[in-house]
């Protein structure tokens, strides 16, 4: 919407955000080229690695494109990071606690 605000254009917004998203799925890949080992392991390294590549060729691929759905899709992928790790938090502390019955108020 900002992006839309500026340039009232929608082939110019759609661009925009498909160059967003790439710059975002590069820089993605550079703050995790060398991977903790604690957090990932050498197969979850690179996944998230080739999937990010993948999202990053497609994004720049969409700024020449401009299409609105490849945009949608660009943006929904995104948003399943963050929502994976929710789900991993969720899924940590459900398995610390035990039951709800067992765990202690005070904690």
């Known amino acids: 919407m900002p992006i839309y605000s500026f ?4 082939a110019a917004t759609i ?12 820089s993605d890949m550079w703050r995790i080229r060398h991977p903790d080992p604690v957090v990932w392991d050498a197969v979850s390294w690179r996944v998230f690695m080739a999937t990010s590549g993948a999202l990053a060729l ?3 691929g969409n ?7 490849a945009l949608q899709a660009l943006i929904l992928a995104l948003l399943t990071s963050p929502a994976g790790i929710f789900t991993n ?3 940590e502390m459900g398995s610390r606690s035990g039951s ?3 765990a202690d108020p005070g904690e």
Do not use: K, M, Y
């Not at 700024?63 to 759905?69: F, N, R």
């Open 7 to 10: 340039t009232q254009n929608d």
């Open 15 to 26: 661009r925009i955000g498909s160059a967003v998203a790439a710059l975002f799925s590069i």
């Open 58 to 60: 497609f994004a720049l």
């Open 63 to 69: 700024v020449l494109w401009g299409a609105l759905g």
């Open 89 to 91: 938090f969720v899924r």
């Open 100 to 102: 709800p019955a067992e």
